[in-house]
């Protein structure tokens, strides 16, 4: 099954409409798409009302595509740990990020507590922090542990080549699924997930992808 669960529009930083990202995900032939635009607190998230309207245009579409069409958010992780979404009513999945986490202690900290929250789908690009990151192996032990007891899946995010592949074994061993994505923000990069694709062959044997 071909999928790209993370995706953003114009509507956030990305720079093309949701039509559009649709009609690439369609010529490239994927089977499903999640559009996953920033929500509140990021410097371009849009509302969650504007969620849920991309969610009743992805509805309006969807009888003229063959792809699958989910439509969700990418909320973010504050410093706290707390996840900046009020409500995940009507939106088909929610993807978590910490954007700038100021070091590896603090992200850390953050996310421990982000996977916990039932309104939380799928932990996305962990260990990205402006392209560097010291991974600390205990908080990955007790990270893995808590989205397996939480049902939280993770992300193979092809933009960023994350996460580690030591981590995504310990993923696998623990039983957590896992999602695909390119963090496409133009229709250039829809479906470019050759890096996530190869790693779930190899590490996950093609077995325990997330589906909403």
Same mark, same amino acid.
């Given at each position: 099954?071909?999928?790209?669960?993370?995706?953003?529009?114009?509507?956030?930083?990305?720079?093309?409409?949701?039509?559009?990202?649709?009609?690439?995900?369609?010529?490239?032939?994927?089977?499903?798409?999640?559009?996953?635009?920033?929500?509140?607190?990021?410097?371009?998230?849009?509302?969650?009302?504007?969620?849920?309207?991309?969610?009743?245009?992805?509805?309006?579409?969807?009888?003229?595509?063959?792809?699958?069409?989910?439509?969700?958010?990418?909320?973010?992780?504050?410093?706290?740990?707390? @996840?900046? =979404?009020?409500?995940?009513?009507?939106?088909? !999945?929610? &993807?978590? %990020?910490? $954007?700038?986490? +100021? /070091?590896?202690?603090?992200?850390?900290?953050?996310?421990?507590?982000?996977?916990?929250?039932?309104?939380?789908?799928?932990?996305?690009?962990?260990?990205?922090?402006?392209?560097?990151?010291?991974?600390?192996?205990?908080?990955?032990?007790?990270? @893995?542990? =808590?989205?397996?007891?939480?049902?939280?899946? !993770?992300? &193979?995010? %092809?933009? $960023?080549?994350? +996460? /580690?592949?030591?981590?995504?074994?310990?993923?696998?061993?623990?039983?957590?699924?896992?999602?695909?994505?390119?963090?496409?923000?133009?229709?250039?990069?829809?479906?470019?997930?050759?890096?996530?694709?190869?790693?779930?062959?190899?590490?996950?044997?093609?077995?325990?992808?997330?589906?909403?």
């Amino acid at each position: 099954m071909k999928v790209d669960m993370h995706l953003h529009t114009s509507k956030s930083d990305g720079r093309d409409s949701l039509h559009n990202m649709v009609e690439a995900a369609e010529s490239k032939g994927l089977d499903l798409i999640a559009i996953t635009d920033h929500g509140p607190g990021h410097g371009s998230g849009i509302t969650e009302q504007q969620a849920l309207e991309t969610k009743k245009e992805a509805e309006r579409l969807q009888p003229n595509y063959r792809v699958k069409i989910l439509a969700g958010i990418e909320a973010e992780i504050l410093p706290t740990g707390e @996840v900046l =979404l009020e409500s995940r009513e009507g939106l088909d !999945i929610v &993807l978590a %990020s910490f $954007h700038g986490a +100021p /070091s590896e202690e603090v992200y850390y900290r953050a996310v421990l507590r982000a996977v916990t929250d039932p309104k939380v789908d799928v932990l996305a690009h962990h260990a990205w922090i402006s392209g560097r990151f010291a991974p600390i192996a205990q908080y990955d032990d007790d990270l @893995v542990e =808590l989205m397996a007891t939480h049902d939280v899946a !993770i992300e &193979l995010n %092809s933009k $960023h080549a994350l +996460p /580690s592949w030591d981590f995504l074994q310990k993923c696998k061993d623990r039983g957590v699924k896992y999602t695909i994505g390119s963090d496409a923000h133009k229709v250039a990069d829809v479906g470019s997930v050759a890096w996530a694709r190869n790693t779930a062959r190899h590490i996950f044997k093609d077995e325990g992808l997330f589906m909403p």
